[in-house]
Structure formats: C-alpha cells, structure tokens
C-alpha cells in the first residue's frame, strides 16, 4: 500500500467580485468549489480541463502562493494551514512549482546561474564555496552546459528557459513538483524534449508530480492517473487507462471526443457538447455541466452530484453514472 | 485534378530590422486547389504566417516585402497588383481568419456594424440590406440569437462567438479562399471542435478552398486533405494527409510525428529531435534541418536540397530520400 503524500480536503477558494453591492457573496467567483482528492508517493497525478476550471488556481493553493477560503491540504498527514511558520519553510522546500511560462517566471536582470542558485541561498542548503558546484550539478541535471550559468533568461531559447525552471525547482531537493502547463508555451519538438526530461528525473530522483495541462495527449503521456476539472470542480478521476478507455463522465467523454485525431483516417463522428464553460456564479445548485450535457436529467437541476466511487479507485461525480452502476 | 485557384511561386518576404534582413519566407511554392484544404504545419518561426500575410498582402510596407516570387490568383500577380485593385480582392475573393479574434475584432464598433461593414464596402448594400444580409451570415455560422448579437460588442462574447463572428466576416463574400492562420489554437478544446467543424461544413457548401496554418498536427489530421511542412522559411515535405501520416519521408515531418505525445505512447521516452527551431536567417548555405538532422552528412553542410517528387505528387527537400 503507497503512502499518500498529499491530501485535499473539500478545498475551495472564492474570490470575492469587485465593487460595491449587496449581492457580494453570491457574485463571488469560485475558482475551486470543493475538490478532494489524494496524490501518493512516487506517482504522477495528471490534472485536465479547460480554461478557466480552476486548475491553476489548484495548483497555487497546493504550493501555498495562495490561501484556501475553506478546506485543508495535508501533506505528508500534516495540515499545511496549521503549521508554525519554521514548519511551513520546510513543507516549501519539499513542494515546488514549475510554472507554464518561463520567460515571465525568470527574472531578466539575473543570470540564469544566479537564479538557480537563489533558493539555496534562501534555504541555506549549501556553504557559499559549495553553491557554484550545485548549481553545476544541477544544470547538468537538467541538460545545461555550465557555460550557460552567466547567461540572461533572454539570451536562452524557450527550451532552455524551461529547464532553468526545472532547475530552480529541482535546487531545493523537493519531493513533490507542482508543474503548471509546463508544456502548453512550447514548440512540439521542444515539448518532447521537456516531456522526456520530466520524466527522466523522475525516475531518477524519485519524484512525484502534480501534472496540469489542457492537453490530453501530454496528459495521457505522462500521468499514472487523471482527474478531470469541470468549474471548480473534480468531475471524475481514475487510473490513465481507465480514463482514457471507458470515460464515465459525459464531460470526459467530451473532452476525448473533441480531442483531434491523431491519423487522418480516425476521423470520426463527434459528439461536441453545445457551448461554452459558463461563468461559475450563473449556475447554483445542481450539476455544473447540465446546460452542456446531452443526458441532463431533473435531479441534475436539484442536486449537485458528488464524486461516486465506480469501483477500482475510478470516481465520477455524475447522476445518471451512478443511477446506472452496477454493486 | 482540379483547377487551381491560386499559386504560389517561389515566394521570398524578408523583413528589414535593426539586426539585420530576417528572411522569414526564403523560397516557398505552393499550388491550392478549388475547394480543397492545403494544411500548412511548422513550429513556431518557420514562415507560415508570413507567407500568409504576404498571400494578402498584408506585410507592413514599413517592416518588410515580398523581396522576389509571384503569387497568381485567377490569372493575376497579387505581388504587383495596385493596392487599389487588392483591396477589391482582399476580404471578397481571398480572406483571412486570424488567431485571435479578440485583437481583430474592433472593441468599439458593434458586431453588427463590423460584419455589415463587409456587405457594405465589397457589395454595395445599403446598411439596412447588410444588416439582413450579416443576420443570415451568423446564424449560418451557428451564432446562437444573432439579432440580438448584432448590438453587442466582442468583450460580451466568449472566445468561440468570437471566431464565430471572424468567420461570418471571411465567408460574407463567398471567397474563393480563406486563409485561416491559427484558427483554434487560442480555444478550448471542445470549442476548437466546434469551429473545425463549422470551417469544414461550410467550405462544403461554399466550395472555398482553405489555407489552414497551425502548429498542431492533430488539428491537420482532421480537418486537411493536402499537407505542407515548413521549416525555417522552406517546404520541406509537401503530400496529401494520409501519405504526411503514412509515410513520412522528410526527416523533420518524421521527428514532428513521433514528438507528439500521447496516451498510446505511455511511460515511453519520446523520439525527440535535439535542438530547437532556428531563428530565420541563421543558415548559411546547406540544408536548414541538417544541424538537427540525425541522417546529415557532408552533403547536407554544402548544398541545400531541392523539393524532388516521390510520385503521387508526394514532394521533399532532402538530399536522402
């Protein structure tokens, strides 16, 4: 049995709508509304959905860049909102965060060298003499020439600056990487290389990964398992195979069916669902993908479905799913 | 075989910046055919929106110019053309479809005028006719309520409306060819589905040929019948869709193909080119791909391969194949 490394627990963060009027809280936007779910040792979690569903806004909360307005995260069975501050020092060294775009996520007036090299400083990893060594270690890591330690973020290609991102994640020896759309900002024959390296050093240093993308085919590359976010919300989340082969959810099925062919010869007839992701206020109570969903049923309209176990760690949060599953 | 609606011969647009000429379209040849879908693939840098821009005659004279090639549509050369005469054409015989319809749309104009607009200038309706007119373009591209769309403005509509609405203003005229550059890649992905669909529904029924210019060879796969490669201002491969996926000869198409990843593909490690794409004008002689190339030898260094038919009307630029 693996141990969990991260637990969430009906995490949700509302942001509160801007300028006067009483009807403040309802108008609230609710990036994430209640998502539970478990990451355990050693395994890549992958974290699909459209724009706009709340997954970065996940994944800031995760790493603590953010405040949960309700609900718990534990790491390692400790909840992170009880921490003292010295403890949670150390949790930010075991979390780290690869964010979608580097350029925007590197400062241009430091070298790339110092860059990597800041969070041993903050942390006190390493003796000043030593830290030009690791930094060493870790480009070598993350496949840099040293020569590239006194170059700016401009002067590198969107690969490389991707890896200076891995890098600087890497220099703090984290356990778990949170990696926002690592991927999405790249060229695919860069992508790959990225993809191969992630996954490399995984391997190598024993890692496990909150993977977030909007692409399934990079999700369904590299995660063990998938969960799938419709408005704040965790829809369904099962094992790669089981997601990918037979989707409970009509929103995954969506996903799969709008997904483009990878041969020009499969081809085939889709079932898109009508519409677009609604803003998260304009539907209260009942399920969140009814309006778009071919088989919304009244219960959809009263009830909000809660994520059912199908069997074999395979979770959908679905009426009519769980109306027709076999015990 | 069918006619040919426009041609594209040896096209070179350079621009001029502070560091020097940047040859972003270096020699590019393309034939497209009436009511077919010609794919243009490439990553980031490699020319194909340029060629785009120059089909329409859209480089900025400022910045740069169609520096030598000829591009013949219906009998005509659109590089010498008077800018006069390609107003006529632009937006009624050829038009465009950008990436991003947010910054194409005006913000303050509403999406009836915008699209009115189009009948009014390239048809000479008068605003009430055009505005019948533009009711019946969106609805046809399935914009839901499209009298009342008329007096709102693109903030108030989401990502896909607005492609939507881009759409309705390139079809108004019934062009012979839409160029659409990119015309997904900034949606969601079931939103993405629903315009491919919508481009080929309505390509159908208005017999227009189609430039489809994007990075994702997924986007090809479903909604291309012929397929051009570019790399760093070149075509590299050139081929109907089945035989680019079937049998791909050129090895930049190959790497491409085996970089993309997916579920099928799991826990293996991707076949990757090394490298990254070459900024435009760093070659210097030679074949662009060979720095990448795990197949280069000497040759590749010296003399820059040609496009040599396979047969089939199958083309590639590589001195081994």
Do not use: W
Not at chain 2, 63 to 77: A, C, D, H, M, T
Not at chain 2, 138 to 144: A, K, N, Q
């Amino acid at each position: 049995m693996q141990r969990s490394m991260l637990e969430v627990k009906k995490l949700k963060k509302y942001y509160p709508a801007k300028g006067p009027g009483f009807l403040k809280a309802r108008t609230a936007t609710k990036a994430v509304d209640g998502v539970d779910f478990t990451l355990d040792c050693g395994e890549t979690l992958g974290l699909v959905g459209e724009s706009g569903c709340g997954k970065s806004t996940l994944a800031r909360l995760i790493v603590g860049l953010i405040k949960p307005t309700e609900g718990d995260i534990y790491f390692e069975g400790r909840s992170i909102s009880d921490m003292t501050r010295g403890d949670m020092r150390r949790v930010r060294r075991d979390i780290q965060f690869v964010f979608q775009d580097p350029y925007a996520s590197l400062n241009p007036r430091m070298t790339v060298g110092n860059i990597v090299g800041e969070p041993l400083k903050i942390h006190r990893l390493v003796k000043d003499k030593y830290r030009k060594d690791r930094i060493r270690e870790l480009f070598d890591l993350v496949g840099l020439e040293p020569q590239h330690m006194s170059r700016y973020p401009h002067q590198l290609s969107s690969g490389q600056r991707q890896r200076i991102g891995i890098a600087r994640a890497l220099a703090v020896s984290p356990r778990l990487i949170v990696c926002d759309e690592p991927v999405s900002a790249l060229d695919v024959s860069v992508q790959a290389q990225i993809i191969n390296l992630l996954q490399d050093l995984k391997q190598r240093l024993g890692l496990t990964y909150l993977f977030i993308a909007h692409d399934l085919g990079v999700i369904g590359h590299i995660s063990d398992r998938v969960a799938v976010m419709y408005m704040g919300r965790i829809v369904e989340i099962a094992h790669r195979d089981r997601l990918f082969g037979s989707p409970a959810h009509p929103y995954t099925k969506a996903l799969l069916s709008a997904t483009p062919a990878a041969h020009p010869k499969h081809r085939k007839e889709r079932r898109i669902p009508e519409g677009e992701v609604t803003g998260s206020g304009c539907l209260n109570g009942g399920c969140r993908f009814r309006n778009r969903c071919p088989g919304a049923v009244p219960l959809c309209d009263e009830a909000e479905p809660e994520l059912f176990d199908l069997g074999g760690g395979h979770l959908c949060a679905c009426h009519r799913v769980k109306g027709t599953h076999r015990f | 075989m069918g006619e040919i609606v426009l041609s594209v011969k040896g096209l070179k647009t350079y621009f001029y910046t502070k560091s020097g000429v940047v040859p972003a379209v270096d020699g590019l040849d393309l034939e497209l055919e009436r009511g077919e879908t010609l794919g243009i693939v490439g990553e980031s840098g490699c020319g194909k929106s340029t060629a785009a821009l120059s089909i329409m005659g859209l480089i900025p004279s400022t910045e740069g110019r169609v520096e030598q090639g000829e591009i013949l549509f219906k009998g005509r050369n659109l590089v010498t053309l008077p800018r006069v005469e390609m107003r006529k054409i632009r937006g009624r015989e050829i038009s465009m479809v950008f990436q991003e319809p947010m910054t194409s749309l005006n913000p303050v104009l509403t999406i009836g005028r915008q699209v009115a607009e189009v009948f009014v200038v390239h048809r000479g309706l008068n605003q009430r006719e055009a505005l019948k007119e533009t009711i019946k373009m969106l609805s046809l591209v399935g914009l839901p309520m499209p009298e009342l769309r008329l007096r709102e403005y693109s903030h108030q509509l989401s990502g896909g409306m607005r492609q939507r609405v881009m759409i309705a203003m390139a079809l108004a005229c019934k062009p012979d060819v839409l160029i659409a550059d990119e015309p997904t890649s900034a949606l969601d992905v079931t939103v993405q589905a629903q315009i491919l669909q919508l481009i080929n529904e309505l390509k159908e029924r208005l017999g227009t040929a189609i430039i489809l210019i994007t990075h994702d060879l997924g986007v090809v796969a479903e909604a291309a019948e012929k397929v051009l490669v570019m790399y760093a201002g070149k075509a590299v491969e050139y081929s109907d869709v089945n035989g680019i996926f079937d049998n791909p000869e050129h090895p930049y198409t190959k790497g491409l193909l085996a970089s993309i990843p997916g579920h099928k593909k799991h826990g293996q490690r991707l076949d990757v080119m090394e490298g990254s794409t070459p900024n435009p004008g760093d070659h210097s002689g030679g074949c662009r791909f060979y720095p990448r190339c795990r197949y280069a030898r000497g040759i590749c260094r010296t003399s820059e391969p040609e496009l040599f038919d396979l047969g089939g009307g199958h083309l590639c630029a590589c001195h081994f194949v």
